[in-house]
């Protein structure tokens, strides 16, 4: 509960709510604007009927609002409007769990297509490694294999 000081008409009230000092002191600003208008347009107002005539006046502007808004139609059309909006969080909840868990999958696939990839760039190495080790072969290959060649060329010209 908080408890305030508030002023009205220049009287001091204390004031025991469970609403934020900020909000009293709004309604308090309220009504003294509401009394000084009293004081401005009577005259001879005196004493407490300022006040009086500035509740009454508060009153006549609540009671209009009521009937203007036609509370059980706009009541109605809030409630079904809340349903509504309760059905929709509960399937983005839904969804949202789906979601969620279609992350979670996609990580994991993406874990391992990186694994995979990494093997695969190590296997790749590898095999490139062996092409330059079988071309290198090969290049001693092809010397040898001229050089036999031209050594039996050699031979059957000496013959």
Known sequence: MNRINITINSRVYTVVADEEEAYLKRLCDY???KVKLVIREGTHVMGEKPLVLAALNICDEYFKLLDST?????I???IARN???EAELRELRKD???AAEKIEELKSEAALAEK???ETEEKVKFLEGQIRLMETRLKQQRGEFAIRE???LDMLESK
């Open 96 to 98: 949202g769990g789906t």
């Open 76 to 78: 109605t059309a809030i």
């Open 150 to 152: 031209k050594e039996l």
């Open 83 to 85: 349903k509504q909006l």
């Open 116 to 118: 995979m990839f990494d």
């Open 70 to 74: 036609a509370p059980s139609e706009n």
């Open 31 to 33: 009504v003294n604007e």
